[in-house]
């Protein structure tokens, strides 16, 4: 099995030992759900009490399931088309139930598993980087629309600028709770603006219930899963299912990492459950990971502490809580998503040192990090030609990812790269025997003489 077995005593054991750390590690993928969900409610693309109800119970799932922080996170390029398109509820559901369907079918026969197993590692950490550097440049867009002029006086520059110097000011001190802080000072200041502004009330309590069916009809399915769930499906397999397994590896070497497997069943399970009643489409991402672990998740428990706040606020407040969320501050958000995106990015660094594919089979599968370190055995010394050309196809595959903004478009570009450089190692190797053989020839026809 791909988890441990000792998932439960893990969360605990982490708990009691980083209690801070793990709420705090909790909020650090909010700066991806908060402006995608609050977006896909007020355009009607998704019930935003099934979506809390629900993608509550799969964080609460996930963490106890896998024993790391694995996130719950929206399908953005669901998310994007059905904003851009303004896909009606059954049709964004169509879109994550047909993703949900392939992803389940491609993992249960193993094909997920056979691709991750092909995929060279610097294309898998060129995706991860990419999807990095997109989050950065979400952070950016974010943060555009903002003025130093201070005309609002609880989203602005000047909030931006002091997230930015306490993040990176507290950076060696790795369990400062930096994400709680911003969320607790930005759910007063959206407090205040929505008691102050008159543009709609604060949330109202009561009972929300999230099962009411919403079954797509044909036309509906063909238009949401032909429009928006098509796209998706590299991008879920790519970023959210192999990338998530190699980033765990990276970031928390001492616990197993999920297999694609599980991961791929995982998100075919929980689009194939709550999409049935208007939840927003789901996978798990590599930048919540990231976003999680940079702000001190070290366990299942953040996500399954998010998750109970989820259900709580989708049973007790539902539909009541957008108005709220619409007006979180955009200066804290931003620095919250840059924050994920370096930390994604940075996973780069040991390509060409500890990178998995340079370990022996022994040392790879250690099961702590410090006997990892220890016991540390290269295959091969890389050559400076090697360093470089692996690399450049980490960062052809990126480049192409970004430029594209397209994770598919940026595999197969990193693909064809990979491609070129072994046909040019298959060429030289031919021009080297035919070398060695010289001499033989030449003796040969000397001997003939």
């Known amino acids: 099995m791909a988890f441990s077995a000792n998932s439960f005593e893990h969360n605990w054991q982490t708990l009691k030992e980083n209690p801070l750390g793990e709420i705090a590690g909790s909020l650090g993928d909010l700066g991806t759900l908060l402006p995608l969900m609050t977006a896909l ?5 998704i019930s935003l009490t099934a979506t809390l109800i629900f993608s509550g119970v799969f964080n609460v799932y996930s963490g106890a399931f896998f024993g790391i ?4 996170q929206p399908m953005k390029a669901v998310a994007s088309i059905a904003l851009a398109r303004q896909l009606s509820l059954k049709e964004t559901m169509a879109a994550g139930i047909g993703v949900g369907i392939v992803v389940m079918l491609l993992s249960i026969v193993g094909m997920i598993k056979k691709a991750a197993d092909l995929i060279p590692l610097p294309i898998v950490k060129g995706i991860q ?9 979400n952070a950016g867009s974010m943060l555009s629309s903002l003025s130093l002029n201070g005309s609002k006086w609880d989203d602005n520059l000047f909030w931006a600028i002091g997230a930015f110097s306490i993040l990176y000011g507290f950076s060696r001190l790795p369990k400062f709770p930096f994400a709680l ?3 607790l000072l930005g759910g007063i200041f959206a407090a205040i603006e929505v008691a102050t502004s008159g543009g709609g009330g604060l949330p109202a309590f009561g009972f929300w219930w999230p099962f009411n069916p919403t079954i797509p009809t044909p036309t509906e399915f063909a238009t949401g899963f032909g429009t928006a769930g098509v796209g998706q499906i590299p991008l879920t397999i790519l970023n959210s299912v192999i990338a998530v397994r190699y980033l765990s590896e990276d970031l928390m ?10 991961l ?6 929980m689009n194939l459950t709550g999409c049935w009643f208007g939840a927003m489409p789901v ?3 590599s930048g919540g990971l990231a976003a999680q672990h940079r702000f001190g998740a070290r366990s299942g428990t953040s996500v ?23 007006r979180f501050p955009k200066s804290l958000l931003g620095i919250m998503v840059f924050a994920a995106g370096i930390e994604l990015a940075s996973v780069a660094e040991n390509l060409n040192s500890s990178a998995r594919d340079l370990l022996s089979p022994t040392s790879a599968t250690l099961g702590t990090e410090q006997s990892r370190s220890a016991i540390y055995t290269p295959l091969r010394v890389l050559t400076d030609r090697e360093k470089k050309e692996r690399f450049l196809n980490m960062m052809v595959t990126a480049a192409m990812m970004l430029a594209s903004k397209n994770t598919f478009v940026g595999f197969l570009a990193g693909v064809f790269f990979w491609a070129l450089l072994r046909l040019q190692d298959r060429m030289e190797g031919l021009r080297e025997a035919r070398a060695s053989y010289a001499p033989l020839n030449e003796a040969s026809a000397l001997l003939g003489r």
């Open 304 to 326: 399954i502490l998010l998750g109970l706040v989820k259900i709580g606020a989708g049973l007790a407040f539902g539909e009541s809580l957008a108005s709220l969320l619409q």
């Open 264 to 269: 791929g069943i995982s998100v075919g399970f």
């Open 283 to 285: 996978c798990h991402g």
């Open 129 to 137: 980087v990419g999807a990095g550097l997109s989050l950065c440049l």
């Open 253 to 262: 070497p001492a616990r197993p990492a999920p297999s694609v497997t599980a």
């Open 41 to 45: 409610t007020a355009g009607g693309s």
């Open 181 to 183: 802080l911003v969320f």
């Open 69 to 72: 922080p694995i996130v719950v």
